[in-house]
């Protein structure tokens, strides 16, 4: 902070290489996001959320399922060689393994568990090693490749057989539903499930398309808060 004060326009990736390669660590730290020596300034003075180190701190990764990817995630990592590494390993794998054309859902499963496990090389080898890894879906499937349960070959064929079994499936849908889980119970039929419970008052539910459509019409009736999520298939649903 002092250095910036003294050039707002100082380089601010000489500063932070200096912080992390030449400088001891300090009990007290914080850490801010920006993206010039003068906006790092003026958020280190509005809230420098000052904390206390803790020593050997536990981290977790967590891999999430279907519905968080994002276009472009790949090409943004492009000069990252630990990334492209990985990356063009799983791609490799899934050439050398293909025996048919995969539909939507079994394309969308192998790049998503591509990007997960290649950014999970990534962070480590930039020496952001876990503790522990926690996986949610096609999210348990990385986390266990990670942990060396599966060989990254082994894992990427389940991941294709995975796709292929929910390709051939009805089409279907997912909403995340402010409820209660006591309260989401008189929402379901028998052709309706709750696939998750991921808060205290936020409940996935899922089932065909048709009925989550009329399902999603008696929460907007109820005044209940609810988001459709990008899949086109039931997930975790009977």
């Keep these: 902070e002092d250095a910036s004060q003294e050039d707002a ?27 010039s020596a003068s906006e790092a300034m003026k958020r280190l003075a509005d809230n420098p959320g000052i904390t206390q180190a803790v020593e050997n701190p536990s981290l977790i990764f967590l891999l999430p399922g279907q519905g ?11 000069e990252e060689p630990a990334f492209q590494t990985a990356y063009q390993a799983c791609q490799k794998y899934i050439a050398a393994d293909r025996t048919h054309s995969p539909q939507a859902v079994e394309s969308e499963c192998l790049e998503l568990f591509s990007l997960q496990y290649s950014l999970a090389q990534l962070l480590q080898a930039y020496g952001v090693t876990p503790t522990g890894l926690l996986g949610h879906s096609l999210g348990e499937i990385v986390a266990a490749c990670i942990a060396g349960v599966f060989a990254l070959p082994d894992a990427l064929r389940l991941v294709s057989l995975r796709g292929q079994l929910m390709d051939a499936a009805p089409a279907g849908a997912m909403t995340v539903a402010s409820l ?12 309706l499930a709750i696939a998750a419970i991921n808060a205290s008052q936020l409940v996935t539910l899922t089932g065909p398309l048709q009925q989550m459509e009329q399902l999603e019409m008696r929460l907007k009736a109820d005044r209940v808060a609810y988001k459709r999520l990008p899949v086109t298939r039931a997930f975790h649903s009977a």
């Design 180 to 191: 209660l889980p006591s309260q989401a119970y008189d929402y379901l039929d028998d052709q």
């Design 9 to 35: 326009s100082i380089d601010l990736s000489a500063v932070t290489y200096t912080l992390q390669e030449g400088r001891c660590n300090f009990l007290h730290r914080t850490a801010v996001v920006a993206g």
């Design 68 to 78: 968080s990817g994002h276009a472009g995630l790949a090409e943004a990592y492009s």
